[in-house]
């Protein structure tokens, strides 16, 4: 897969720009209802401006239609576009009008709060940045939906170098620098394998971190009448007795009559099931809409929370939601960035729905900027990255903290987003 390199200069500023492939070897194969992979194909794309240095990822699954919109050459495509656009501007830089811009003007009014007054900051950095987010702004590349995974990996490295610049966490920078940084839980995902010890090694593997897991299930009610009361047993062992939670990922393979069944397996392990996530189709019409709003009210009933994940994208997803999920999961390769996702937070919250943070497949890095927005969760998150993958592929450290004796995660502390390249 090929790489994208653009040098520029601006102000006797050096700026270097790179797209790269970032593969990412798993732990164990990790499947799915919908896929099984023991390899992830995302990019890394890297800002240089002098000897301060940005980094974002696309995280990227297997193309889906309709779910998981772009792959690496959807990135190249338009992380090309995005410097064919830089070029223009730099050709003809109006300093004055990108002062005057605020790239987080449609953010809700309570993140951002010392970046909303522009002009009040006119170094050259900060001028720079507020140039290139202006670009990825405007563009008309941007409004394609494959282009989320690329906005977001560059709207990433932006922030951690405007972090870097100011010598402040990218978090402090979102949330404001007295918010509330509290650890909240992350869950490790259990990923369906047709090996069950391989299932086993892997519960056993999250255990040593974190005592939330995600269980990612199918249909199948037989198999998992039989193998949740030996889950629950080796969790049990494993931590002595000490409390233990599972979400349920049925990453949208359920129908409501395997819902409704699947209600009877789990009821046994609702003081241990924090949610469901989307056991629901992505996409519905009014009809399978009603069905699931039965669904949803039968779990009501029974102590349960459901959740919509792959259903949700942007701000423009949450309104459909609110009748057959109690909340919904964000994560910013399907939002198209960091303030996309607050947008979507905002519009959850204010529909009255929960929210928890995920990932895709990914390194430390896209991890560590997930965690900046954990502290808004209801729940936690699943943001497990760094324990799926290697440690040979994954090319960071430092970033966000997960406590494994609790599980709980902390935002990055140092400058930006924290991490060293290895």
Known sequence: ????????????????????????????????????????????????????????????????????????????????????????????????????????????????????????????????????????????????????????????????????????????????????????????????????????????????????????????????????????????DALDDRPFHWSIDANADWTPRVALDMLQVLAPFRHNITMIEQPFPVHMNDEELKEWALVKTAYEKSGFAIYADESVGTSDDIIRLISVAHGVNIKLDKAGGVREALRTFHAARAAGLDVWFGIMVCSRLSTSMAACLLPLSTLGGDLDGELLVDEVSDRFTGGLDWHASTGFITPPRGYGLGLQKK
């Open 1 to 236: 897969m090929a790489q994208v390199v653009h040098s520029c200069s601006w102000k006797n500023n050096t700026v270097i720009l790179r797209l790269e492939p970032y593969s990412l070897n798993l732990r164990t194969s990790f499947g799915t209802s919908h896929s099984a992979t023991s390899e992830r194909f995302n990019g890394l794309v890297t800002i240089k401006v002098n000897e301060l240095t940005g980094y974002g990822e696309c995280a990227m699954p297997p193309k889906k239609p309709g779910v998981y919109l772009a792959d690496y050459n959807d990135c190249v495509s338009y992380f090309k576009a995005f410097i064919q656009h830089i070029v223009k501007t730099m050709e003809n830089f109006d300093e004055q009008n990108i002062i005057r811009y605020d790239p987080f003007g449609t953010v809700p009014t309570e993140f951002f709060s010392a970046l909303r007054n522009p002009g009040s900051d006119q170094s050259d950095n900060v001028v720079l940045l507020r140039a290139f987010f202006h670009i990825m702004d405007t563009i008309s590349e941007s409004k394609l939906p494959e282009s989320r995974v690329a906005r977001n990996a560059i709207e990433m490295a932006l922030l951690d170098l405007w972090g870097q610049t100011l010598h402040s966490p990218t978090a402090a920078i979102i949330l404001g620098s007295d918010f509330d940084l509290h650890p909240k839980p992350g869950y490790y995902t259990i990923a369906m394998n047709s090996d069950s010890e391989q299932m086993i090694r892997s519960t056993h593997f999250g255990l040593q971190h974190t005592p939330y897991l995600k269980l990612k299930m199918n249909r199948n009610i037989s198999f998992w009448s039989s193998w949740l009361p030996k889950l629950h047993k080796i969790c049990s």
